[in-house]
């Protein structure tokens, strides 16, 4: 169903069936779908290409669970330049945008779970709105509670030094922006064992209340570090948390050492997902 140019009725016309059927009832259902499309419609990848019925759809691979997306064309009349369409990949399927035919997003763009994009028709041609990007950002500005004594600063990141309980440095995640979600992170690092360390990394949110509050992320700890040798230990939060106001989040590190032991903590790598 597309859009039909309405026709202009003067005084005294009187319009047919027909006509009040395609200017009326048509052109409104044509709106709606395009302004609010309610359901998702399902469009199966053939060749690379979909060709949208409304502004908003839900994408299936042509064969497996892995696509590529190449093209996009326009199958209802009225549909042209001007039109918006969202798109998210099918439950367990991930689909890649790609920048070529006639999509223009400046880079490819992964749709899996429930990421979306939203393009524009401008010509012809299909231009980012906005998405959600997966970025990863490192980070290394730790907050020491006791330099010199616990945890201390030094060239490779944040030591601790032999014989030291329970020490406790923070790596705050200060590049946040408000409306991000942070997805998880790896802790970097190498530890020298000669008698019997262990180190624990937790996410922690703090809230502004009164008094200040602090919570532990679901899903924010890695798996305790107790052996020799270098260190990548990842966390992957049970739900994505949305950075909002007046909440803030840091890394909780917490490192015990035995006789002829020593910790390095080079930072984190922070995966976050981000309006762009």
Same mark, same amino acid.
């Given at each position: 169903?597309?859009?039909?140019?309405?026709?202009?009725?003067?005084?005294?016309?009187?319009?047919?069936?027909?006509?009040?059927?395609?200017?009326?009832?048509?052109?409104?259902?044509?709106?709606?779908?395009?302004?609010?499309?309610?359901?998702?419609?399902?469009?199966?990848?053939?060749?690379?290409?979909?060709?949208?019925?409304?502004?908003?759809?839900?994408?299936?691979?042509?064969?497996?669970?892995?696509?590529?997306?190449?093209?996009?064309?326009?199958?209802?009349?009225?549909?042209?330049?001007?039109?918006?369409?969202?798109?998210?990949?099918?439950?367990?399927?991930?689909?890649?945008?790609?920048?070529?035919?006639?999509?223009?997003?400046?880079?490819?763009?992964?749709?899996?779970?429930?990421?979306?994009?939203?393009?524009?028709?401008?010509?012809?041609?299909?231009?980012?709105?906005?998405?959600?990007?997966?970025?990863?950002?490192?980070?290394?500005?730790?907050?020491?509670? $006791?330099?010199?004594?616990?945890?201390?600063?030094? +060239?490779?990141?944040?030591? &601790? /030094?032999?014989? %030291? =309980? #329970?020490?406790? *440095?923070?790596?705050?995640?200060?590049?946040?922006?408000?409306?991000?979600?942070?997805?998880?992170?790896?802790?970097?690092?190498?530890?020298?064992? $000669?008698?019997?360390?262990?180190?624990?990394?937790? +996410?922690?949110?703090?809230? &502004? /209340?009164?008094? %200040? =509050? #602090?919570?532990? *992320?679901?899903?924010?700890?890695?798996?305790?570090?107790?052996?020799?040798?270098?260190?990548?230990?990842?966390?992957?939060?049970?739900?994505?948390?949305?950075?909002?106001?007046?909440?803030?989040?840091? +890394?909780?590190?917490?490192?015990?050492?035995?006789?002829?032991? #020593?910790?390095? *903590?080079?930072?984190?790598?922070?995966?976050?997902?981000?309006?762009?």
């Amino acid at each position: 169903m597309g859009w039909t140019n309405p026709m202009t009725f003067v005084t005294l016309t009187t319009g047919t069936i027909i006509q009040m059927n395609t200017y009326v009832r048509d052109n409104t259902n044509f709106l709606k779908d395009v302004i609010a499309p309610g359901t998702a419609g399902a469009l199966t990848i053939s060749a690379g290409a979909i060709t949208i019925t409304k502004s908003y759809h839900i994408i299936t691979s042509e064969a497996g669970l892995t696509d590529d997306l190449t093209s996009i064309g326009t199958g209802t009349t009225g549909m042209g330049e001007g039109t918006i369409v969202v798109l998210m990949a099918a439950t367990g399927h991930t689909i890649t945008i790609k920048t070529t035919d006639n999509i223009l997003t400046g880079a490819d763009i992964v749709l899996d779970g429930e990421k979306q994009v939203a393009l524009i028709d401008y010509n012809g041609d299909w231009y980012l709105l906005y998405t959600a990007r997966d970025l990863t950002f490192t980070v290394n500005a730790f907050q020491y509670p $006791a330099p010199g004594t616990d945890w201390t600063p030094e +060239l490779k990141g944040a030591g &601790l /030094a032999a014989s %030291l =309980t #329970t020490k406790k *440095v923070w790596l705050p995640l200060n590049f946040l922006k408000i409306g991000d979600g942070i997805i998880g992170y790896k802790l970097v690092g190498d530890a020298v064992e $000669a008698a019997a360390l262990t180190l624990d990394c937790k +996410l922690v949110r703090v809230h &502004l /209340a009164d008094p %200040l =509050t #602090t919570t532990d *992320v679901a899903g924010g700890g890695i798996v305790q570090i107790a052996a020799d040798g270098l260190f990548d230990s990842a966390a992957t939060l049970t739900a994505v948390e949305i950075v909002a106001t007046d909440k803030q989040y840091t +890394l909780e590190i917490l490192g015990t050492t035995g006789v002829g032991d #020593t910790i390095v *903590v080079m930072g984190a790598e922070v995966l976050i997902r981000r309006l762009a």
